[in-house]
Every structure is written in structure tokens, then in C-alpha cells.
């Protein structure tokens, strides 16, 4: 090589890395590398990425800017990311800028396949028509009295006859996969009206579900790749590609039928449907793709969150006995009160009214507390339209992207205090203990806040309490011997090789003989432990 030529790299060698010096002096956060940015950082953390962005974000104050490619013109625009969980920034993002901070055009493509133009994937007035549509059917009664209805039919008619029969031969259950099974039969029920019945008995595997749940693999698969790489994958039909091209044809194949079969049955002026896919029908003219995506989108957010929430839920009630006695006894004080004190057989004989649902306060505090520690969907992130500055000051370019993690929300000492690894339902009480406190949105935002609020927050609190209470009435559950419980890494935060638990039928007569069902001991509930970072 000519001496001019090396003089030329070499120069070109110095300005990138005086460039990248200038450049990475203005980051905070995890080391960036030259060209490769922060990308060995989440190589190197793939199975503790939230731990990781957790640790990150408290060593930076709450905010902190890293770059995926540091590569000039790149760095400071497209490939530049804000990681934040402080709650004055989530409510800027969320509520107060929220038209510059929209899903963006990464996330629309990349579930554009799976969920289409649907309300989950969609911005502006896209978002906002099917936003209003569905707003106001969450608000029914009707809507709650049929999510009611189902919840209890797989309680009753499918997870406690399994239950039952794992007592019976003292078998382990991986208690993850059943409550995938019962949610999303639940929500199949009641977004088309159609019951897959995952959870019948001997958990038979039904086409639409796995068609379903492979095209949601491939579609989260291509969250690991460039876009450039997955758009030629998919040009070229290649590798998780093909999965879900063959996957959505199958579900679409299924809802097709289904959505043909329910407009002959809404002509009939007589007809009763009170599923999601038919009120849509009703309120307007949509086509029959939009229709699925309707569908679709509910699927998604209705089946993996609460069963998720509940996973974890079961885990730390397990391991932490004064909260598991502090529910059951609160499940027999209201069942008492409703039923009468003295005959657990009438707690037994029917399932939980809305009455009784809304009186267990402490349930939904532990739940809520489940949440914030493990929340279902732990990280989620927005595209800048336009320049902004953050509350905390930071300068967030338009093309960068914003992160705000969910689940560092939730484990800040300078948010939730010195306690907040801890599983401590009662931060979630009055003074007293008799009444839910709800905290700031933008603290707790395992819903999501300001106009992307979760429409089904209280119905799926609704589900979990009602699932909840019907199997900590019944059994005392425990996790296997030698079963350990970790992360698994997606966007949905699962269990990496589900939860198998020992079933064993509960006692409810220590209960009885206490006033009102709950004894001072249990009212105390004093004894806390960290919640591990599983």
C-alpha cells in the first residue's frame, strides 16, 4: 500500500476516533464500543437484559442515552436510544408530548404481519377510531358480565379439575402453561366468541392456537435482527419467515370462517353476541381484515399479561406465607360474610360474584405488587418525531428512540424507597388496611398511562383475582423440587422453563375460628423479604 494511502486511513482512523471520543463523552450508561456501539453490552447480558438495564439505570439517575451504532451520521439520530423509568420523563413521553412520541415506523413494521393496522399497532387516526370504538365497549357492563362468565367456566369446569386430579396422584403442574391455556381461551371467548379449549381435559393442542402462538415467535424473532436482514428473509421466504407466513395464513384461514359465520348470525335482529369482534360489527363499516386485526390485537394483549402476572403472582405468594395467610384470610372473610361463617362448603359451591371480587382489597394489593415488581410487558419504547428535551433535561433527537423500562420503574429506591426489592403488598393499603391505594401512573406503569392507557386493566384485575382467589381457596401451591425460576427474555415476561409447583389441598379450618376469618396475626403481616431477581 501506497504511503499516501496510509496516511489517508490513518487520518480517517484518527477523525472517527476523535469523533467517537466527543461522542461517547455525551453518553451515560453502558460502555459503547466504535462502530459496534452497545450492542456487546446486550450481547453479553441477553439472559439478564432487565436486571442489567435495571442496574444501568440507577447507576445514571434514572435516564440514560447509549447508541446501537456508532457510526457517524447514524449515532446521534436513527441509532441513538433514551433509556429512562424516571416518572416525570413517562409522563412527558406518555401524556404530555404524547403525538411526538408515537409507536413509530420499527415497531409497526415488525408486527405489521401478526397484528396489521389493529389498535396496538397502529398511531393517529388509525389509533384513535378504533380506540374510541373500543373505549366504549370496556366500560359496559355487559363486556365485564361476559368476561365474568368465562373466567368462571374455565376455573370451574377445567383448572380445578386438574388441580384436583394433581393432588389426587401427587403430580407437579407447570402452573404457566395451564394459565396460558385458561387465558387464552378466556380471550378467544371474548374477542370472536369462539372457545379453542386449550385447557379441556388432557390439554389438547388446537390448530388455531398453535398456528398463533409460532406466528408471534417469528414475529418477536425479528426484534434480534436488522430490519434490513428480516425484510430479505422475508423477500427471499426464508428461515422464521416462513413460519409466520405459513402460521398467519392458517389464522387467518380460522378467522375468516369465523368472522363469514358471525355476520349470518347478526342478521338475525334476534342475535346475542356479546363478544368484541361482534360489537365491532355493529358499531361500524370494517372489512373483514380489519375485523381479524381486531381479533388479533385483543389475543395478543389479553392472553400472555395476566397469565404472566399470574405466574409470578403464585411464585411469591408461595414464598411468602404471612401474604398467602393474609389472602386466604381474606377470601373467608368475605365469603363468610356473604354465605354465611360456618360452612366452607358454601365458599366452595359457586363461583365468585362482582360483589365479592371487589371486596378482596389485599388480594388486589399483592397483585398490584406483583406487578410492579414483575410487570408483564418490562420494557417498551416510542419514536421522537420532532427534537424535545426531557423533564431531567436530556436532549432526545428526532429519528432516536426512546425506552422506558417498566420494570425498573419498579425497583428504584428514589421511587418506591429503601424497601423496594421487597414484596410488600401493604404499600398498596390506607393506613388502616381497608383500602386500595392506587399510586401515580406514571410510578406504576404496568398498564401503560395517558391515552394508551390499558382499556382492560380492570377487567384483567377482575380475571386475576377471580383466578387467584378460586386456587388459593382450594390448594396450597409450592414450587418443585429442584425447579428454579428465572427470566426468560422477551417482550413478555415470561418464565424460562415455565412454573412447576406441588399442589396441596388447603385447610380452611384454622380459619374459621378466627373473627371475621382474619386473626391479628395475619392483619399484621409483618414479615417481608426481598423479592429475588429471578
Same mark, same amino acid.
Given at each position: 500500500?501506497?504511503?499516501?494511502?496510509?496516511?489517508?486511513?490513518?487520518?480517517?482512523?484518527?477523525?472517527?476516533?476523535?469523533?467517537?471520543?466527543?461522542?461517547?463523552?455525551?453518553?451515560?450508561?453502558?460502555?459503547?464500543?466504535?462502530?459496534?456501539?452497545?450492542?456487546?453490552?446486550?450481547?453479553?447480558?441477553?439472559?439478564?437484559?432487565?436486571?442489567?438495564?435495571?442496574?444501568?439505570?440507577?447507576?445514571?439517575?434514572?435516564?440514560?442515552?447509549?447508541?446501537?451504532?456508532?457510526?457517524?451520521?447514524?449515532?446521534?439520530?436513527?441509532?441513538?436510544?433514551?433509556?429512562?423509568?424516571?416518572?416525570?420523563?413517562?409522563?412527558?413521553?406518555?401524556?404530555?408530548?404524547?403525538?411526538?412520541?408515537?409507536?413509530?415506523?420499527?415497531?409497526?413494521?415488525?408486527?405489521?404481519?401478526?397484528?396489521?393496522?389493529?389498535?396496538?399497532?397502529?398511531?393517529?387516526?388509525?389509533?384513535?377510531?378504533?380506540?374510541?370504538?373500543?373505549?366504549?365497549?370496556?366500560?359496559?357492563?355487559?363486556?365485564?358480565?361476559?368476561?365474568?362468565?368465562?373466567?368462571?367456566?374455565?376455573?370451574?369446569?377445567?383448572?380445578?379439575?386438574? *388441580?384436583?386430579? $394433581?393432588? +389426587?396422584?401427587?403430580? &407437579?403442574? /407447570? %402452573?404457566?402453561?395451564?394459565?396460558? !391455556?385458561?387465558?387464552?381461551?378466556?380471550?378467544?371467548?371474548?374477542?370472536?366468541?369462539?372457545?379453542?379449549?386449550?385447557?379441556?381435559?388432557?390439554?389438547?393442542?388446537?390448530?388455531?392456537?398453535?398456528?398463533?402462538?409460532?406466528?408471534?415467535?417469528?414475529?418477536?424473532?425479528?426484534?434480534?435482527?436488522?430490519?434490513?436482514?428480516?425484510?430479505?428473509?422475508?423477500?427471499?421466504?426464508?428461515?422464521?419467515?416462513?413460519?409466520?407466513?405459513?402460521?398467519?395464513?392458517?389464522?387467518?384461514?380460522?378467522?375468516?370462517?369465523?368472522?363469514?359465520?358471525?355476520? *349470518?348470525?347478526? $342478521?338475525? +335482529?334476534?342475535?346475542? &353476541?356479546? /363478544? %368484541?369482534?361482534?360489537?365491532?360489527? !355493529?358499531?361500524?363499516?370494517?372489512?373483514?381484515?380489519?375485523?381479524?386485526?381486531?381479533?388479533?390485537?385483543?389475543?395478543?394483549?389479553?392472553?400472555?399479561?395476566?397469565?404472566?402476572?399470574?405466574?409470578?403472582?403464585?411464585?411469591?405468594?408461595?414464598?411468602?406465607?404471612?401474604?398467602?395467610?393474609?389472602?386466604?384470610?381474606?377470601?373467608?372473610?368475605?365469603?363468610?360474610?356473604?354465605?354465611?361463617?360456618?360452612?366452607?362448603?358454601?365458599?366452595?359451591?359457586?363461583?365468585?360474584?362482582?360483589?365479592?371480587?371487589?371486596?378482596?382489597?389485599?388480594?388486589?394489593?399483592?397483585?398490584?405488587?406483583?406487578?410492579?415488581?414483575?410487570?408483564?410487558?418490562?420494557?417498551?419504547?416510542?419514536?421522537?418525531?420532532?427534537?424535545?428535551?426531557?423533564?431531567?433535561?436530556?436532549?432526545?433527537?428526532?429519528?432516536?428512540?426512546?425506552?422506558?423500562?417498566?420494570?425498573?420503574?419498579?425497583?428504584?429506591?428514589?421511587?418506591?424507597?429503601?424497601?423496594?426489592?421487597?414484596?410488600?403488598?401493604?404499600?398498596?393499603?390506607?393506613?388502616?388496611?381497608?383500602?386500595?391505594?392506587?399510586?401515580?401512573?406514571?410510578?406504576?406503569?404496568?398498564?401503560?398511562?395517558?391515552?394508551?392507557?390499558?382499556?382492560?386493566?380492570?377487567?384483567?384485575?377482575?380475571?386475576?383475582?377471580?383466578?387467584?382467589?378460586?386456587?388459593?381457596?382450594?390448594?396450597?401451591?409450592?414450587?418443585?423440587?429442584?425447579?428454579?425460576?428465572?427470566?426468560?427474555?422477551?417482550?413478555?415476561?415470561?418464565?424460562?422453563?415455565?412454573?412447576?409447583?406441588?399442589?396441596?389441598?388447603?385447610?380452611?379450618?384454622?380459619?374459621?375460628?378466627?373473627?371475621?376469618?382474619?386473626?391479628?396475626?395475619?392483619?399484621?403481616?409483618?414479615?417481608?423479604?426481598?423479592?429475588?431477581?429471578?
Amino acid at each position: 500500500m501506497e504511503v499516501g494511502t496510509w496516511a489517508v486511513a490513518a487520518a480517517a482512523l484518527a477523525a472517527y476516533m476523535a469523533w467517537f471520543w466527543r461522542m461517547s463523552r455525551g453518553l451515560r450508561g453502558p460502555r459503547v464500543w466504535p462502530v459496534l456501539g452497545s450492542l456487546p453490552g446486550l450481547v453479553q447480558h441477553a439472559e439478564d437484559m432487565h436486571e442489567w438495564i435495571a442496574a444501568n439505570l440507577r447507576r445514571s439517575g434514572g435516564t440514560y442515552q447509549t447508541c446501537i451504532f456508532a457510526v457517524p451520521g447514524v449515532a446521534r439520530r436513527g441509532g441513538l436510544v433514551t433509556v429512562t423509568c424516571d416518572p416525570r420523563n413517562l409522563e412527558h413521553v406518555l401524556k404530555s408530548r404524547f403525538d411526538n412520541y408515537p409507536k413509530g415506523p420499527f415497531w409497526h413494521g415488525v408486527f405489521l404481519d401478526l397484528l396489521g393496522d389493529g389498535i396496538f399497532n397502529s398511531d393517529g387516526d388509525t389509533w384513535v377510531a378504533q380506540r374510541k370504538t373500543a373505549a366504549l365497549e370496556f366500560t359496559t357492563r355487559t363486556l365485564r358480565t361476559a368476561m365474568s362468565r368465562w373466567v368462571s367456566r374455565s376455573i370451574h369446569g377445567r383448572l380445578l379439575p386438574i *388441580l384436583a386430579d $394433581a393432588v +389426587a396422584s401427587k403430580a &407437579h403442574v /407447570d %402452573l404457566q402453561d395451564l394459565l396460558l !391455556r385458561l387465558t387464552f381461551d378466556n380471550i378467544c371467548g371474548l374477542a370472536f366468541g369462539k372457545d379453542p379449549e386449550t385447557l379441556a381435559e388432557g390439554l389438547p393442542e388446537n390448530e388455531f392456537a398453535s398456528a398463533f402462538d409460532r406466528a408471534t415467535e417469528a414475529t418477536l424473532n425479528r426484534f434480534i435482527f436488522p430490519e434490513c436482514l428480516w425484510r430479505c428473509k422475508k423477500w427471499l421466504g426464508l428461515g422464521m419467515e416462513t413460519t409466520l407466513t405459513r402460521s398467519m395464513a392458517h389464522v387467518d384461514q380460522y378467522l375468516a370462517a369465523v368472522i363469514k359465520t358471525r355476520k *349470518l348470525e347478526l $342478521a338475525d +335482529a334476534a342475535a346475542t &353476541h356479546d /363478544d %368484541l369482534l361482534s360489537r365491532f360489527m !355493529r358499531k361500524g363499516s370494517y372489512s373483514d381484515e380489519s375485523l381479524q386485526h381486531v381479533a388479533l390485537n385483543f389475543i395478543l394483549a389479553g392472553r400472555d399479561t395476566s397469565s404472566v402476572a399470574l405466574s409470578w403472582f403464585f411464585w411469591l405468594v408461595s414464598t411468602h406465607p404471612a401474604a398467602e395467610r393474609r389472602i386466604v384470610a381474606e377470601l373467608c372473610a368475605v365469603l363468610a360474610a356473604s354465605r354465611g361463617a360456618h360452612d366452607p362448603a358454601l365458599w366452595l359451591a359457586e363461583p365468585f360474584t362482582f360483589e365479592e371480587l371487589d371486596r378482596l382489597v389485599y388480594l388486589k394489593a399483592a397483585l398490584s405488587e406483583t406487578l410492579r415488581l414483575y410487570p408483564s410487558v418490562p420494557e417498551d419504547s416510542k419514536h421522537v418525531v420532532a427534537d424535545d428535551y426531557l423533564p431531567d433535561g436530556t436532549f432526545v433527537p428526532a429519528g432516536s428512540s426512546i425506552t422506558y423500562s417498566i420494570y425498573s420503574a419498579g425497583r428504584m429506591k428514589t421511587v418506591w424507597g429503601e424497601d423496594c426489592l421487597e414484596f410488600r403488598p401493604e404499600r398498596w393499603l390506607s393506613e388502616d388496611g381497608t383500602k386500595f391505594v392506587q399510586h401515580d401512573s406514571y410510578r406504576f406503569v404496568a398498564f401503560n398511562a395517558g391515552p394508551r392507557v390499558c382499556l382492560g386493566k380492570d377487567l384483567a384485575y377482575l380475571q386475576m383475582k377471580n383466578i387467584a382467589g378460586s386456587v388459593l381457596l382450594r390448594h396450597r401451591l409450592a414450587a418443585a423440587p429442584g425447579h428454579r425460576v428465572e427470566q426468560k427474555m422477551s417482550l413478555t415476561l415470561f418464565m424460562k422453563d415455565g412454573l412447576r409447583m406441588e399442589v396441596c389441598p388447603r385447610d380452611l379450618a384454622p380459619f374459621l375460628d378466627e373473627p371475621c376469618g382474619v386473626d391479628a396475626a395475619a392483619a399484621a403481616a409483618a414479615a417481608s423479604a426481598t423479592a429475588p431477581c429471578a
